[in-house]
């Protein structure tokens, strides 16, 4: 009985000894501030930027000319018949809805231009954060910016993978 007792303390001490082996290092980064750090994220958001100066200059422009023809329709109305005035009213109108349309295809075309040019900048962080995890032997990296996990302590990635991506 004795035996039985030594042997299973043995086979406890064993078990218990691998499983603190077969923990899993773990490790933490701000992906948010890690890809906006990237000179490629610099690079896009300038690209992006001139893309939207360009489409506000083109509505502004078009809001301008509207505008001007609606107060040249308002100064001329009273000079004009009533079938005139209304096809000029149609006219404004379209002009608007146009307008509308304008805003909305502009804002639509920077979405896709932005998911477009983002995802090979998230494939590269993502590859350099596993790159650096396996050099040191890391074997899960929790993603510090998403505001559910809270991360108080471990081993922070950003400085490692900044330096992999040669980031100042």
Not at 14 to 43: C, D, R, V, Y
Not at 82 to 97: D, H
Not at 98 to 103: E, G, M, P
Request: glycine letters at 4%; aromatic letters at 4%.
């Amino acid at each position: 009985m004795r035996n039985l007792k030594t042997l299973l303390l043995v086979a406890v001490l064993t078990l218990g000894f691998n499983t603190i082996q077969a923990q899993s290092k773990l490790a933490h980064i701000n992906m948010q501030e890690l890809i906006e750090a990237m000179p490629q994220t610099k690079t896009m958001n300038v690209e992006l930027t001139k893309l939207g100066k360009t489409y506000s200059d083109d509505i502004t422009a078009a809001d301008a000319a509207l505008k001007a023809k609606y107060e040249k329709y308002q100064v001329e109305g009273a000079s004009q018949t009533p079938e005139e005035n209304e096809r000029r009213q149609l006219e404004i109108q379209q002009g608007q809805k146009k307008l509308q349309y304008s805003q909305q295809v502009a804002q639509k075309d920077l979405s896709d231009q932005n998911s477009k040019k983002i995802e090979p900048i998230i494939e590269i962080a993502n590859n350099a954060v596993k790159a650096v995890a396996k050099v040191q032997g890391i074997d899960y990296v929790i993603d510090s910016s998403i505001p559910t996990f809270v991360v108080t302590e471990g081993i922070d990635l950003l400085a490692d993978v900044k330096a992999y991506l040669k980031i100042q």
